[in-house]
Each structure stands twice: as structure tokens, then as C-alpha cells.
């Protein structure tokens, strides 16, 4: 931190009397020493920080912050203030102010550098100092580093060590529980255990001090607690297993958790940053006290085992995958509602609807065709996102917000050019890579604060809309035009052929990677104000065949209950309505309780019902509703006849393979029992 604050940005007479007034006092020592370009500027930006979020703490200090093109490299200026200065906290004024400035792209190492600065803030031994330092020397030296008082020395290895628990539980809990475990054999108990997540609008400050409170809160509640520190440096994923072992979370943040399905199904308390740090005890008591009385959220599905399987690897299939699926994930929500709105516009208006004027320039608030127009054209706007979305978020999956820029514009050229889905995806991974290339070439301090703003987007951009327009586009819009050319060309046997295939996709990995490669399929061939009947048949047999798993779950849990556990029964239930709705994952829990029985035999009834409906004819100009739909489907009843038909054959099959397991489950329970009477006769504990 030697070359983050010297003596000269440090005023431990500070005579302002306002947050603005304080920010502007320290921000001057910065524009005397070339580390900020623009004082207004960049005072406009620490305004626009502490309007999101008072940077006022418990304690008597206040760290107003921001990031800034205006910053040429991280600096940190200190300022004490007698009078005190209102930064928001509720326990008053403070005197002790931080004024953190980082460069918009400012490099890990300085970031992680601010954090650790935040952590110390936690710690009163080091405030005490501050307040007592008799020079600016004395006072930067401190926040260095370079000098720790005495009292302070414990205090300071403490933090270090906790520091680097993003990996691990707090060592002093665990070192506890050992030891209790070790003196008394019966103490067999275990802490309980908490993962937590921090976050906030900057990721410098706020994030790392309430991990710092809530790593601190947990050695004192005896506790195992572990954060994942979702800030500006990075983060780390928690492993799936200290998730997995977790008896609650907390989450303390105020921008959107990342990868927030991971914690779902555990008691947990979702609070601001700023109540991570200023009342973390509280905090665990309130998880402690969800867990007891049985709290859990219900998130979304758990993760398929294909999904689960892809975790642990970190190889170049692995990160394509999750890149593609970024983009995917990103880009249904426009399918689903462009998609619905373009089949309301033809089931109000017909498909003439298509040419009727703009509804910008005639639209009669009494007329039927009006309203059909304007469903009509809002989802043939949205729909005209759907490749720009699906490129700019696959090159978000690589590089992150840098990515964004190119990829949305490689992926508008690419509808432009006619390149379709497939140079979606081009766009997308070029925007990526490019992004990614020129984040790796060393660049002086002083163009790092443009690089995000200016540079990164320009140079990637120019790069991809040349390779688009001039290299690849082409190509890809030959081979976009092939693919159609021979989906319009199916019939017969290969339609049918092809609605197995899809059926048996859709049914693999129940929303997983290869179910949504089956829909992405489907739902491209309609994304066009005039999709082709090959193409409709596509998207109703790829609904049809994602309907059946958790149909015929439900069905198979009311015609054999017995086979199944008390909580599969209930899930039974809600897989009804799942199923109804076209959402495969609703047959997760069962897939996932019994993998071998489940997947099988719903990929068989999936692939007759994909063949069935492209037999028969079935058409479909939405991308999703399930039988909310129906009345939009060419030939419905022979639709819901293939439905009902790849329901029957998979709920008959997963009650034969469950019925042939039962005798052996009974012969073992009875083996069980007894060995377990002839144990309690003989007065002997069974071995577990």
C-alpha cells in the first residue's frame, strides 16, 4: 500500500463540516498529487456512490468511495475531523474519514489491498490508533502497514489469518470443537455451520468489512463460518461441499447474489451489507433460529446431476458449456415473451396480422385487430433481441461486463447479415475472446482508468464487427441458410426420427445443458416474424416431450404411492402443475432421488411423444405456456394425445423398474430387523 497514501494525503486537522465538504477537502490532496484528473468529475461520482448507500459505519467512521475514469491509479486519503462529520451511521457522526478512490479499472492487487483496509476498520485496536496518531507520517504509516502498535499486533495477525477463510471454515471454531471433542469423547456434536455471502455497489469497502463483522460474530458464537466475498477483486466460489454441509446462510449485500441457486433449500437471513456489519450477531442468531424451527428457501430446482457433474471441472468443454448457457439463459426470457405475445397477436387477429401496419400510426382502441397488431409488433421487437442477447451474454460468460459491448454488437450484425442463431453464438465467443486477449496486455498506470471505458470497448468492437461483417459473417449466414433449408426440407420418417431425438434430449438432463440445446433448437426456427411449419413442428414436439417427466411423475405418485417417499408424494403434487406449464425441472427431485429408474424411462416417453407430434403434424408458433397454449397448436388433439401417450409409457416404466426393487428393499429391511433383534437380545450395539 506504500504508493496508495503518503503523508501528503493524510489531514488530521480536518476543518470541514459536511460529508461534501470532507470528500472535496481530501479529493484536493489527490488533484495536487496527479492521482485524480477531474475534481468535479470525480466528486460527482463519490456523490453518486453515497446516494445509493450512506458510507457512514458504526464506530465513528465514515469511508465515502467510488470507482472513476477520473482516477489514474488507487489512491486512499485520510482525514480527521474533532467536530465529527454526519456520514449516515446511526450511531453518529464520525471521525475518522476514508476517501477511497479506484481507477475504473483498477487491477485485483490494488483492490484486494483496499479490502484488506476495509477489514482493518473492523478492528478497534486500529481505530484507537488512528485517533491517537500525533502526525500524518505516523497516521500513513499506520494504514500501510509499515507501523503496528503494540496492541495492535494480535489484532492485525487475527485479520490476516481471516483473510484467507474464503476457502475454509474459521479455524478458531473448528480448533474449539476439536478440542471439546477431544477432552470429552461424548461431545460428538459438531458447530453449527454457516456459509455467507457478501456484496456491495463498488465491491471495495462494505463488502469486505461485513465479512471481516461476520468472521468475527462467529469465532465469538462458537459457530463455523465461512464468506464468499463477491467483490471489485473477484471472487471465489464456495466449494459445493462446505455449501452442502452449511446449517444456514446468510446473505448481506445490496446488489444481486451471484449464483444464488447454490445456497437454496438452507435456512436463510437476506439483509443488507451495511446490517452485516453493524449487527452480524443478530445476524447468526436469526439463522440459528430459522434452522431450528425448520425454515428453508425454496429457490429454484437444485441442479440436474449432468449440471452437478460439470462443477468440478475446470477444462475448456466445461467453460464452453457455461459460457454458452450464460447466453441461453439470458436470451429465454425474451423467447418466452416475445414469442407468447406474437401467438396472441395470431390467435386475436390471424396470421394477416403480420401485415398490418404500424400501430404507431393506426390504432383504434375498439378494434380487436388493433390490440392483435400491437401484441403482434411488441413481440417481433422483442424477439429482435434475442441474437444480440444470446452473443452479448455469452461474451458476459467469458469476460465479463467488458464482454458486453462487442458482444452486442456482433450479435446485431449477425441478424443483420441473416446469420441467425448460429452467428449468435460466433459473435458471442469472438467478443469473449477478444475481450479476454486484451485484457492480458500490460498496460502503463495511467491509460488503466480508460481501459474499461473507452479502450476495451472500442478496440474489441472494431475487431468484432470486422471479423463479423468481413471474415466469418458469410459463411455462418450460408450455413444458417443450409440448416433452414433442410428443416423446411423434413418429412416422413426423418420428421419423426427428429422428434425422437429432441424428445430424448429434452428428457436427459431435465433442464440441463442438453435439454436447453433441444430447446435453444426449437425455439430459433420460430424466432422469425414468419417461421416455417417445419420449424413449429420443431418447437411442439420439443414442448410436448419436456411435459411428460414431471407429468408422469405426478401421475406415477397417485396410482403407486406406495412406492414412493412421503416427500416425493408431495412433490408429486406440485409436479402437476409443473408439468402443465412446460417446466421439465419440476421432475428433478425424483430424477435425482433415483437417477437409474427416472432418466431412462422418461427419456423413452419423452422420445415417443417428440415422435408422435411431428407424425401428426402438431405446430406451434410459442415457445412456452404448456397446455395454457393449446388453443394456439395446429392439430391440438392429436397433441395432447402424443402428451398423454409418452406419459403413460414413462409412468408404466418407472413403476415397473421401482416394483421389481421393492422385494429386494423389503428382504434387506427384514435382514436389517433381524439383526438388529438378535443384537438387542444379546444386549450388543449393531455395528452402524
Not at 458469410?474 to 426440407?489: E, F, H, R
Request: proline share 6%; charged share 15%.
Amino acid at each position: 500500500m506504500s504508493d496508495m497514501i503518503t503523508a501528503d494525503l493524510v489531514d488530521l486537522d480536518l476543518s470541514a463540516d459536511t460529508k461534501e465538504a470532507a470528500a472535496r477537502a481530501l479529493a484536493e490532496r489527490m488533484v495536487a498529487l496527479g492521482r485524480v484528473t477531474d475534481l468535479e468529475g470525480f466528486l460527482a461520482d463519490v456523490a453518486a456512490r453515497e446516494a445509493q448507500m450512506p458510507t457512514g459505519l458504526d464506530g465513528g467512521i465514515g469511508i465515502p468511495h467510488c470507482r472513476s475514469a477520473h482516477v489514474t491509479e488507487p489512491t486512499l486519503a485520510f482525514g480527521r475531523s474533532a467536530a465529527g462529520i454526519d456520514f449516515g451511521a446511526p450511531d453518529g457522526p464520525a471521525d475518522l474519514i476514508f476517501l477511497i478512490a479506484a481507477p475504473a479499472g483498477a487491477d485485483d492487487a490494488h483492490l484486494t489491498i483496499l479490502s484488506s483496509l476495509a477489514r482493518q476498520l473492523m478492528n478497534s485496536e486500529f481505530t484507537d490508533a488512528l485517533r491517537s496518531a500525533g502526525d500524518a507520517e505516523t497516521a500513513a504509516a499506520l494504514i500501510r502497514g509499515d507501523e503496528t502498535p503494540a496492541a495492535t499486533t494480535g489484532a492485525a495477525a487475527a485479520a490476516s489469518a481471516s483473510q484467507n477463510t474464503a476457502a475454509a471454515p474459521v479455524a478458531a471454531s473448528a480448533g474449539t470443537a476439536a478440542a471439546t471433542k477431544d477432552a470429552d469423547p461424548a461431545a460428538d456434536e459438531r458447530p453449527f455451520r454457516i456459509v455467507a455471502v457478501t456484496s456491495c455497489p463498488t465491491g471495495i469497502a462494505h463488502t469486505y468489512m461485513a465479512a471481516e463483522s461476520l468472521e468475527n460474530a462467529g469465532r465469538e458464537a462458537g459457530v463455523e463460518l465461512v464468506v464468499e466475498t463477491q467483490g471489485s477483486a473477484g471472487f471465489t466460489r464456495l466449494a459445493p461441499e462446505v455449501i452442502a454441509a452449511a446449517d444456514g446462510v446468510i446473505f448481506a449485500h445490496d446488489v444481486p447474489v451471484r449464483d444464488k441457486d447454490r445456497f437454496a433449500g438452507k435456512p436463510t437471513v437476506d439483509v443488507g451489507v451495511k446490517a452485516g456489519i453493524n449487527r452480524p450477531a443478530d445476524l447468526i442468531g436469526e439463522v440459528r433460529a430459522k434452522a431450528a424451527r425448520g425454515e428453508v428457501t425454496s429457490g429454484s430446482a437444485p441442479a440436474t446431476p449432468v449440471e452437478r457433474a460439470g462443477e468440478a471441472g475446470e477444462g475448456y468443454g466445461t467453460k464452453l458449456r457455461k459460457w454458452l448457457m450464460s447466453g441461453v439463459s439470458y436470451m429465454v426470457p425474451f423467447v418466452a415473451a416475445g414469442g407468447l405475445l406474437i401467438a396472441l397477436g395470431f390467435a386475436i387477429g390471424g396470421y394477416e396480422i403480420k401485415s398490418a401496419p404500424s400501430v404507431l400510426n393506426h390504432f383504434v382502441w375498439t378494434q380487436t385487430d388493433s390490440w392483435a397488431a400491437l401484441m403482434f409488433q411488441i413481440g417481433a421487437v422483442a424477439f429482435g433481441f434475442l441474437v444480440p442477447v444470446l452473443a452479448g451474454y455469452i461474451a458476459y460468460g467469458m469476460a465479463d461486463r467488458p464482454g458486453l459491448v462487442p458482444g452486442f454488437v456482433g450479435g446485431m450484425i449477425a441478424s443483420t447479415i441473416n446469420a441467425g442463431f448460429l452467428g449468435g453464438l460466433v459473435a458471442g465467443l469472438l467478443a469473449g475472446g477478444v475481450v479476454m486477449a486484451i485484457q492480458k496486455i500490460d498496460i502503463p498506470k495511467a491509460l488503466r482508468g480508460i481501459m474499461p471505458v473507452v479502450v476495451i470497448p472500442l478496440v474489441s468492437t472494431a475487431i468484432v464487427g470486422f471479423l463479423m461483417f468481413v471474415v466469418v459473417g458469410k459463411p455462418i449466414a450460408s450455413a444458417q441458410k443450409g440448416m433452414t433449408d433442410w428443416l423446411n426440407g423434413l418429412s416422413g420418417s426423418n420428421a419423426i426420427l427428429l422428434g425422437a431425438l429432441l424428445g430424448l434430449m429434452m428428457c436427459f438432463d431435465l433442464g440441463g445443458p442438453v435439454n436447453k440445446v433441444a430447446y435453444t433448437f426449437a425455439t430459433a426456427g420460430i424466432a422469425v416474424s414468419n417461421p416455417s411449419d417445419s420449424a413449429m413442428k420443431i418447437m411442439a414436439a420439443v414442448m410436448a416431450a419436456g411435459m411428460v417427466p414431471p407429468l408422469a411423475m405426478a401421475l406415477a405418485t397417485t396410482v403407486r404411492g406406495k412406492l414412493f417417499t412421503e416427500t416425493e408424494r408431495e412433490n408429486g403434487k406440485a409436479a402437476w402443475v409443473l408439468g402443465a406449464s412446460f417446466i421439465s425441472e419440476g421432475a428433478i427431485p425424483f430424477a435425482a432421488a433415483d437417477p437409474l429408474r427416472v432418466i431412462p424411462s422418461s427419456m423413452v416417453g419423452g422420445a415417443i411423444t417428440g415422435a408422435l407430434s411431428m407424425a401428426f403434424g402438431a405446430t406451434l408458433r410459442a415457445p412456452h405456456g404448456g397446455i395454457f397454449v393449446v388453443p394456439l397448436i395446429g392439430n391440438p388433439f392429436l397433441y395432447l394425445i402424443a402428451i398423454a401417450a409418452g406419459v403413460c409409457v414413462t409412468t408404466a416404466l418407472v413403476v415397473l423398474l421401482k416394483g421389481l426393487r421393492k422385494p429386494a428393499q423389503q428382504a434387506s429391511a427384514g435382514g436389517s430387523a433381524g439383526t438388529a433383534a438378535t443384537a438387542k437380545e444379546a444386549k450388543q450395539p449393531v455395528a452402524a
